[in-house]
């Protein structure tokens, strides 16, 4: 997997950067529905480091997915404050949001969520019309990032007739368009066979480790888990613990 | 390093124009059932219309035939049951067109025998206007010659019985007229009340039509928002998905308004070429197409054409307007969890 960082990054600069990409301060979040309430994040609070690979544990229902939200800049919370970059994410117009979620947040969801009228390589180039790259130049960029998550020879072909592990990696491709400081996964690995997970997980480390990506990935991957920087458990919408990976090594029974 | 937090460009049109036009053809079977609502209410709307003006165009004919229609019901009146009886006819002069009709019509009653002067008719034969009236039940006088050449006395002779019908009021006959000879006219005050009556009750038809095509443009908006609905509730998720990828709220209302205005457009095309058709056929069919083409308001027709595609294309995107307002508006993180 040939990585052309030149094509791939520019103005990438990993060490000139320090501190925390994105803070999530005591963040409630009330879903109203008809009489009743239901709490999805109970005070919630979050520092992820920037350039780290962190990946967040918790059972149906504790609102990983909520939290994900928030911090991806989706959803806004009915209390607290998210900030990416330093900045209040519920003080953003509509255009500053819109850019984030183009050109600074990559979103991998467990759902693909592909365009099923577009090809694959048209799903990837779509977040670049987005940002305002066309022609030749986003189809190349586009072919280079199928490559890398193993797809290029299936550029042309539509999702539905696509494997459910092809997909994903269609709807990963599509996360990298941008070339986005963060990349929010969720169940990244959970449809791909063994080598196949075992190398988006070094495609993850690697963003990381040479270009400063930060990754968050919701997992229950043990392989994941172990490659990780921190993990952060969250249970009832409150984190209730925040490890390494080798002291969590103990608990390998408990992760199913 | 890259900026802190930048803000999104507006895309050019014809980004939006690209990936509607993308969407459009990929959910073909779907538009079209939008398309097909479009057309026939503009189907219908420019059959009205077109309608309307082909027939006002012919209004002189429409009214001929009218006037034909009242003479052949007078004459039936006269005559009773045509058959076992003998028509004489009469021609002074030139006869107008009205009266060439009418000719025709006495051509198709099923008398015994029709017997003609100074005129040709399939059926008739021809007589002197010494003989013509020989065994007749009827006279009839077409012509428009104010002074008839021939006596009534030598017109009327041998008839069964002295009835006779006049074209012309004003007509004079040489000599003396025979004892009890009735003259009726063919067109008189009486057939004008008729007329009148006819004209009034075309007046009501053509604002019933106007009601009729207005009640069928609030249905055709009415079913084209609903199956934009339909389409957006659809693509909530591929809305959402857009708007994490960086789409503004303001491409993504731009994205479904294009759809409507270019599914409309073709839409209103073809309910227009359909609706012009229609009547186009049935007048042509009916008054003879070398007359309808003669007398067509090209004009008139083009711009009510063009007038109806317009309409067409507004009310699409008219009925777009809440639809795409919706879709404009979701937010990512819910449209995302849908179920649908």
Redesign the interface.
């Given at each position: 997997m040939a990585f052309n960082r030149e094509l791939f990054f520019e103005n990438a600069d990993a060490s000139a950067r320090s501190g925390f990409v994105i803070r999530a301060v005591d963040v409630h979040k009330v879903y109203r529905m008809g009489d009743t309430e239901a709490h999805a994040l109970r005070g919630a609070t979050v520092d992820i480091i920037r350039g780290e690979y962190l990946s967040i544990m918790g059972p149906s229902g504790s609102g990983k997915s909520t939290l994900f939200n928030m911090i991806g800049g989706l959803d806004k919370p009915t209390e607290g404050k998210v900030y990416i970059d330093q900045v209040d994410i519920a003080q953003l117009d509509p255009y500053e949001l819109a850019w984030l979620r183009c050109r600074k947040v990559g979103y991998i969801f467990q759902s693909y969520n592909l365009i099923q009228v577009m090809s694959c390589i048209e799903n990837v180039m779509l977040p670049m019309a987005f940002a305002g790259l066309d022609g030749e130049e986003s189809r190349e960029k586009a072919l280079h990032i199928l490559d890398l998550v193993g797809l290029g020879g299936r550029a042309l072909h539509k999702p539905s007739e696509m494997s459910g592990g092809q997909q994903q990696r269609v709807a990963i491709a599509r996360a990298l368009a941008n070339s986005p400081d963060i990349l929010l996964a969720d169940e990244p690995t959970a449809n791909l066979d063994l080598k196949t997970g075992e190398e988006i997980i070094l495609l993850f480390r690697k963003l990381c480790n040479d270009l400063g990506v930060t990754v968050i990935a919701a997992t229950h991957d043990l392989k994941m888990l172990k490659k990780s920087d921190r993990i952060m458990w969250i249970e009832d919408g409150m984190i209730t613990q925040v490890t390494t990976p080798d002291q969590m090594n103990l608990h390998e029974e408990e992760v199913h | 390093?890259?900026e802190?937090?930048?803000?999104?460009?507006r895309?050019p049109m014809s980004?939006a124009l690209q990936i509607a036009i993308?969407?459009i053809r990929?959910?073909l079977g779907r538009s079209l059932v939008t398309v097909s609502g479009v057309v026939l209410g503009i189907a219908f709307l420019m059959s009205n219309v077109a309608g309307q003006l082909i027939s006002s165009s012919l209004a002189r004919e429409k009214e001929t035939r009218q006037i034909v229609t009242l003479m052949e019901s007078l004459t039936q009146r006269e005559v009773g049951s045509a058959s076992g009886k003998i028509l004489a006819v009469a021609v002074c002069g030139a006869m107008n067109r009205t009266e060439q009709l009418f000719l025709d019509r006495l051509d198709a009653m099923p008398f015994e025998a029709i017997r003609i002067t100074g005129g040709r008719t399939k059926r008739g034969v021809s007589c002197t206007p010494q003989n013509v009236g020989a065994g007749a039940y009827l006279l009839v006088v077409l012509g428009q010659d104010a002074a008839a050449p021939h006596a009534l006395g030598d017109l009327t002779r041998g008839m069964t019985r002295i009835g006779m019908l006049d074209a012309v009021e004003s007509r004079t006959y040489a000599g003396q007229a025979p004892e009890g000879v009735k003259r009726d006219l063919l067109f008189g005050p009486e057939t004008e009340q008729q007329m009148a009556r006819m004209q009034e009750k075309a007046e009501q038809a053509k604002f019933r039509t106007i009601w009729v095509a207005v009640i069928s443009l609030l249905v055709t908006i009415i079913s084209i928002s609903n199956a934009l609905l339909m389409s957006v509730t659809e693509r909530i998720?591929?809305i959402?998905?857009?708007?994490?990828?960086?789409?503004?709220?303001s491409?993504i209302r731009r994205l479904f308004l294009i759809e409507s205005a270019l599914v409309g457009f073709a839409g209103s095309v073809v309910g227009m070429l359909l609706g012009a058709l229609i009547p186009i056929l049935i007048y042509g069919w009916i008054f003879g197409f070398g007359l309808m083409f003669q007398e067509l308001p090209y004009l008139r027709l083009t711009l009510s054409c063009a007038g109806c595609v317009v309409v067409g294309t507004v009310l699409s995107m008219t009925a777009a307007i809440y639809p795409a307002n919706f879709a404009a508006r979701m937010?990512?993180?819910?449209a995302?969890r849908s179920n649908v």
């Open positions: - | 390093m890259r802190q937090i930048g803000r999104q460009v895309l980004r993308q969407g990929i959910r998720r591929e959402g998905t857009m708007k994490c990828l960086g789409a503004l709220s491409f937010v990512p993180a819910s995302l």
